[in-house]
Structures are given as C-alpha cells and as structure tokens.
C-alpha cells in the first residue's frame, strides 16, 4: 500500500473517534458510501421481535470494513436510539472478503452488504401511533485513499393489530444477508492445536456425511494474533481437511481459543447452502508449545538428565579418571575433598552457563542453533578429536603434565600444589561438559527445548539445575567416601586401567575423525593425520626430555621445542580444515536403499506434510553423526529384522533429518517438536495427526515396536 493511502488511513482513525471533524470532512467530500435503515415489517406489535437491517452501498472501488478490519482501516459502529421499551440484539456481520493491497491485507465489503440486528419490542411498550428507531452509523471508507463517513438514519413504524405485517421487499433483502451471517453448529467436529509458529485446525465429519466444504479460510475476530494471509486450506479426502494458520511473530496477546469464522466456497451443509460458520475451539498445545506449568516438570527433568550424563559414553572416561585420583587421595582430609568436588562442580555449571550464553546470543542474532550446535563445526571436532588423541597419550604414560587436565601435580612447586589441584577439578569440569554435548541423556532433550524458547532467566534455572546433576554424583563421593571403600586399594591396577582408558580415548578419535570426514571428505584426512604425527612427536619430545633428571638447558629447550611443534600441528589441522570445501549433510540415504534397512527419505517438510496429508503413517529420525545416542539407536534398533520388517509392513514413510552439518531447517523443525538437539523421534498416526508422538531418547527394538503397533487404522495407498 502506498504512503498516501497509509497516512490517509491514520488520519480516518484519528477522525473516526472526533465527530465534529468527520462532519466537516463530509461536508467537503462527496461521501462514496450510502447507508439506509430498513425494517422487514411495515408495522409491530408489542411481544413481537423483528429484523433492522443497516445497508451499506458503496460507489465502484470503494470499501468498508469488517468487525476485524485487519492490517487498516476500522469497523461499522453503529449507536442505537430506540423508543422506551426496545432492545437492540447484538450486531450480526455478514462474512467479509479479503481485501488485499499488499503488504497489508484487510476484511471488508465492497459494492454492498448489511449489517443487522433484532429489535425486541417489551409487552408493555406504550402506546403510540408511530414509533421512531434511530441508528447513528460511523464507517472507515478506503480506495486510493480512506476517509471517515458517517450518518444519521430514523425508521418509523406505526404500531398495528395482531401480528405485525410483512415487508416483501425488504423481507427478503434482509433474508438474504441473514443467510450470509456465519452458522453457529455444524456437522463439522474441529480440532485446533498450538505449532508454535502456527495453528493447526483440523476438520472432520462422519463417513456417512458426504458433503464436501470445497476450500475454505479463516476471518479470526481478533486483531494481531494471527496473520491474515497465507491461510494453507489442505484436504485430506472427503471428511477431513486441514487449515494452517501461521501466527504473528513476536505477538503477546494471549489467546486460549481459536475464535473467528470459517468461510467455504461450497457451503457448510452442501452446495448453495451457508459459506460462513462461527468456532469458538480450544487450543491445544502441541509439542514444543510450553506452559508456564511445566517449569517444575523441567527443571525435575534436567537434574535427572543431568544425573544420567555422568553414564553415557561421552562422560564415563573422565569421571572415571577423577574417581581414580579420589581413590589415590583416600587419606586427603574430608576438608580438601569437599573442595575439590565444588569446584568441579563449578567448572561444570561455568561451562553450561557459557554454552547457554553463546546459544542465546547465536539465536538473538538470527541463528538458528541447538544442543551440540558446536559439533557442527569441522574445526571444533577436528580440535577435540586431537585434544581426546593428547589425552590418550597423557593416560598411557607418553607424557606427564599431572595428568593433562585431570591432574597437574608436577606443575608447581610443593607450596603451590594445592592450587595446581584446585585449578584441574575446575578444568576437569569444563571438560566433562564439553565432551557431554554429543549426548542427550533421557529426559534431557525435554527440559533442553523448554529452555530455549522460555525468558533468559527461566532458561539459565533450567541450565543450572541440569549443571546440578551432573555435578551431584562425583560431589556426593567426596562427602562419602565410605562408597570408595568397594574399590580395591591404590596400586599398579589404577596404572592398568588408565591405559585402558587411553584406548577408549583413541577409539573416540576415530569416531570424531568419522564425522570430520562426513563433513568435510576424506581427502583431507592425510593431512591432519600427518598433523596429528606432528603433535605425538611434540609431546614425546616434552615426556622424554622435560624432566628434572636432565639439565635446566635441555629441559627449557624441549619444552620450546614441543611447545612450537604443537602451535605447528594445531596450525596445520585448522589450516587444513579452513581449505578444504564442505561436502553437505552426509548422504545416509543411498547406502540404506536395500532390502534389508530401513529406506530412509531426506526430511523435507513439505514432504512430511505431504505423506500426513495423504494419511501415511510418518517416522522422523532427527539424528548425526556426532551424536554418539543416536548412533547407538541405528545400530541396534534401526538394524533391528523386527523394526525393519514392521516398518516394511506398514509401508511407514520413513525420513533422516541428518544433522550433522548446519542445517537452518532442520533446527526449526526440532524447535517445533519442543526439542534443541538430538536423537529425536517424531511418529505420526493417520488416525491423529494433529498430536504426533514423541519417543524417549534411548530407544529399544520393543520400544519402537509397540509405538508402531499402536498404529492400527488403514490407510489408502
């Protein structure tokens, strides 16, 4: 719309609500709408309600405005003078039209309509020959350009005998904009649910029932909730359709209902018949659409989440470590315990807060990140999968710094030992968490997505109490050591098993060096392989010549040395990885098209929503291949001969949302299943695909066996 007509819109508004002015406009500008008063009877009679009718004619190119007027403009009010012992019933708008001049689209009338109301003559009204109704009718009238109009309309009836008379003419003008007043019940049943960007409102009827509606679109009552164009009208066979109503972004009006009419281009009761249908339906909230409710659900779900990190594959090498130094420390007073597992614990909740903040700071600047997020950067694994390959070679004896991160007792001197002590719980903190990101522990996922679409502060509680669990554990042994007492005594044991952990370690470098591949190709392996030759030949030089029995000269060099070797290598990898080109989601589709695996699609969501429409069973498998969860899940559930089989049977249209790599769609799609990171499992039954499913996190061959199970209602293929 251009600037004349957005001022002059402005400027109607102002005059809408001043009288005086509207009148002297009128008095300077033809007026292009015409309004009378008509009555469909010629005379009344006390007891007996009748029909008024306010008829609008506009001149060709002129509009008025619904009860909604939408982006401009604004509504017909009309102030009634009735005689003593009259009412006036609520006004009755006929449906509008959508008027558009884009961007902005508005709800309206054009050429002509009529708005009315039932007028209720008492029992005892008093006794006149000729009764007068008066209507004091203001509108908003737009072309070009838009201007206040305004009238005084007097309808005069006498009063007769018996029951009142008919007018025909006016009788049946009035009948044929009551049938444009929207329905109030219908055959319909509806069904609205909260997508978070959208509502979805499902429609359905009895099989028997074989009246089609055709297409249709939502007028809503109120302003600012809800766009007004876009409306997607989706059938879905002969008794069901979809109508998607996207949402004002950044709105803050509340709602609990969908209220506002349905207009249909057949009719709600077949062809011909009523186009309009008033609802008033409440909405439910789908998955990722929060109540205020659900904060004590959330913060219970991050403490266990928390809790269960500690066990997942991610974590267990490191707290292992740190309970191998406590069990060396058993004699350490209770004092110097407690400390050391507070400031792990410090280490851990620091580092969930500087995840939380970047996240947040990522999405205010239009990101669209989740949990894991920094996995998705080749750098970030490339840099832990060579920090994981130091620490093997740490575990194994190659080197000693303490015990990299985990001890740094040779640092310092003896007086200086306890702070050397105090600054490796921290940083032993920090690194369980960092390591934890490619996990999502069970129950986790939930409080993860109800965080990061709550306010900040909600966000950092829920954060906070997931920092709470993971440190509980490890702090709960320091104020017991009493559980301690079930392992064996410090010895050359301890010796044997942090080189089996160094396996461990190294066997986590391949895995990330799997996913730096899927990122970013094979081809630039060799060179990070040969940069990962340069930083073993770093700290070997730093294990074999930085240690006291060799003179302060050759120390002090090794250790320059070393030092410069491992900026080197870490240069060479980042350098490499900077040069090398993207290669995309990886391709976990052609591999899987066989007879014996599932047959994954590629998520598209028009896709998805393309296979719901036509009553397929759906199954999303939001998975990467850093997630360490989700590829568990595929290698024992999705390469299940019984999951396989019954996806088979039921033909379920089976997608991977691989999100290994950045992928802006897929992080929304996450966002609107309530989740921020993965594994996540979305099933869709054609019996209710308004309220799909979500599985838990760690999956079973039973558990997604009986979910599809559940799915028992036919679909046409």
């Known amino acids: 719309m251009s600037l004349t007509i957005r001022l002059t819109t402005i400027l109607s508004l102002l005059l809408f609500f001043l009288p005086s002015a509207g009148r002297a406009l009128k008095d300077d500008n033809k007026s292009h709408v015409k309004a009378t008063i008509l009555a469909e009877v010629r005379s009344i009679q006390a007891g007996y309600p009748f029909w008024v009718g306010i008829k609008f004619e506009m001149d060709e190119g002129w509009h008025t405005y619904w009860k909604n007027p939408g982006d401009s403009g604004g509504p017909i009010r009309i102030q009634w003078e009735l005689p003593t012992g009259f009412e006036a019933g609520p006004l009755q708008w006929p449906y509008p039209k959508k008027i558009e001049t884009p961007p902005l689209v508005t709800y309206g009338y054009e050429n002509e309509t009529m708005l009315l109301a039932k007028i209720s003559p008492a029992q005892n009204i008093p006794k006149s020959d000729l009764y007068q109704i008066k209507a004091h009718v203001r509108w908003i009238e737009c072309a070009e350009a838009c201007k206040p109009g305004s009238s005084s309309l007097l309808l005069s009836l006498k009063k007769g005998g018996g029951t009142p008379q008919i007018h025909k003419d006016h009788s049946s003008l009035i009948s044929t904009y009551k049938a444009k007043i929207p329905l109030s019940t219908s055959d319909w049943s509806f069904a609205a649910t909260d997508r978070g960007d959208y509502i979805s409102l499902m429609l359905s009827q009895d099989s028997h029932n074989k009246n089609s509606i055709g297409t249709f679109d939502f007028f809503p009552n109120k302003p600012g909730i809800y766009q007004l164009h876009n409306h997607r009208s989706i059938g879905i066979g002969k008794n069901r359709s979809k109508l998607v109503i996207d949402k004002v972004e950044g709105s803050t009006i509340p709602y609990e209902n969908l209220e506002g009419i349905l207009v249909s281009d057949i009719g709600w009761r077949g062809p011909g018949s009523e186009k309009a249908l008033q609802i008033n339906i409440p909405i439910h909230k789908g998955p990722g659409v929060w109540s205020a409710s659900f904060l004590w659900i959330a913060l219970l779900f991050a403490f266990i989440g928390g809790i269960l990190l500690n066990f997942m594959p991610c974590v267990l090498p490191v707290i292992s470590i740190k309970i191998l130094a406590l069990t060396r420390k058993g004699r350490s007073s209770s004092h110097e315990n407690h400390r050391h597992g507070l400031l792990y614990g410090a280490g851990i909740m620091g580092t969930f807060w500087a995840l939380l903040g970047i996240l947040l700071l990522l999405r205010a600047g239009g990101e669209h990140v989740g949990w894991g997020f920094q996995l998705q950067s080749p750098i970030f694994v490339a840099l832990m999968a060579s920090f994981f390959f130091l620490f093997g070679l740490n575990l194994f004896g190659v080197f000693e710094i303490g015990t990299g991160l985990l001890r740094a007792e040779e640092i310092l001197k003896s007086k200086r030992k306890n702070i050397s002590e105090d600054m490796t719980s921290f940083f032993s903190g920090i690194l369980a968490t960092i390591v934890a990101t490619p996990c999502t522990a069970p129950f986790m996922g939930t409080a993860l997505g109800f965080a990061l679409v709550q306010p900040i502060a909600i966000a950092f509680l829920v ?178 001969e019984k999951v396989i089989s019954k996806f088979r049977e039921m033909k379920i249209d089976a997608f991977k949302a691989d999100w290994t790599n950045k992928n802006d769609i897929i992080t929304k799609a996450l966002q609107k299943y309530g989740r921020s990171g993965v594994p996540v499992y979305v099933i869709y039954d054609p019996n209710d695909p308004l309220n799909p499913r979500l599985l838990p996190e760690v999956l079973t061959p039973r558990i997604v066996l009986d979910a599809l199970e559940a799915i028992t209602v036919k679909y046409s293929s």
């Not at 064996?488 to 044991?493: D, L």
């Not at 630039?524 to 040969?530: E, G, K, R, S, Y």
């Not at 930083?535 to 030092?563: E, Q």
Request: charged share 10%.
């Open 463 to 640: 954060f906070t109490f997931l920092a709470l669990g993971m440190a509980i554990p490890y702090y709960a042994l320091t104020l017991y050591p009493a559980f301690l007492n079930r392992l064996p005594k410090p010895g050359p044991w301890m010796t044997t098993l942090k080189q089996v952990m160094a396996f461990l370690m190294w066997a986590t470098v391949a895995w990330l060096l799997w996913v730096l591949s899927l990122q970013i190709g094979s081809e630039p392996l060799v060179p990070i392989l040969v940069a990962f030759l340069v930083l073993l030949l770093s700290v070997w030089i730093w294990g074999k010549y930085a240690r006291p029995l060799y003179s302060s000269f050759l120390r002090y060099g090794a250790m320059i040395v070393s030092f410069l070797l491992g900026l080197f290598g870490f240069y060479w990898i980042i350098s490499t990885i900077q040069g090398s080109n993207p290669i995309g989601a990886p391709s976990l589709i052609s591999s899987q098209q066989r007879d014996h695996q599932i047959q994954w699609k590629p998520y598209q969501p028009n896709e998805v929503e393309k296979s719901i429409d036509q009553n397929h069973p759906v199954f999303i498998n939001f998975t990467a291949a850093w997630c360490l969860t989700c590829k568990v899940n595929e290698k024992i559930v999705f390469s299940n």
